[in-house]
Each structure stands twice: as structure tokens, then as C-alpha cells.
């Protein structure tokens, strides 16, 4: 089984980081949540979850920077995909 992705448009939609926290808590293949959408919003931490933002959007704290093409990579080596 592979890992579970989420691609996360606002960091305050708290359904989507509620699924996030719950899977991360269940899941042994990995969750990874990418945040995309600029904000003045830092993403939150989420334990067990590797949690990601694109280059060049706003948020900060200790969070993972990612680009465009390791997005691609990270949409097609995923068992799952949900789009917040």
C-alpha cells in the first residue's frame, strides 16, 4: 500500500485537517498534506504527517518547501489522493 496525499486549498478548513489527523494516527504508509493556496495562514503541524508547502506561497513555521515538480512526483507515487 502506498502513502495518502491531500492537497489542501486554505489551512483553516478544519474537515481536511481533522481526515489529515485522523489517517496520520492510522495510517502506516505515510500521509503527506500539501497546503497550496497563498495566505497569511501558516499551515498547522500535524503529528505524524509530513506536511508540505509550494515554493513561494505564503506560511511559515517548520513545514516542508516544495516545487511544482515534486508535487507531480508526489501525485503519482500515492495510493489516494483528496483535494480540500
Known amino acids: 500500500m502506498k502513502p495518502i496525499l491531500h492537497i489542501v486549498k486554505n ?6 485537517i481533522r481526515v489529515i489527523e485522523n489517517q ?26 509530513r506536511v508540505c508547502v509550494l515554493r513561494g506561497e505564503a506560511g511559515s513555521g517548520p513545514v516542508e518547501i516544495i516545487d511544482y515538480s515534486d508535487l507531480l512526483t508526489l501525485v503519482f507515487s ?6 480540500w
Open 78 to 83: 500515492v495510493e489516494s489522493i483528496a483535494v
Open 11 to 16: 489551512c483553516n478548513d478544519a474537515q481536511a
Open 24 to 49: 496520520a494516527r492510522d495510517n502506516a504508509y505515510g500521509v503527506t498534506a500539501v497546503f497550496v493556496q497563498e495566505g497569511t495562514s501558516s499551515p498547522p503541524l500535524i503529528p505524524n504527517a
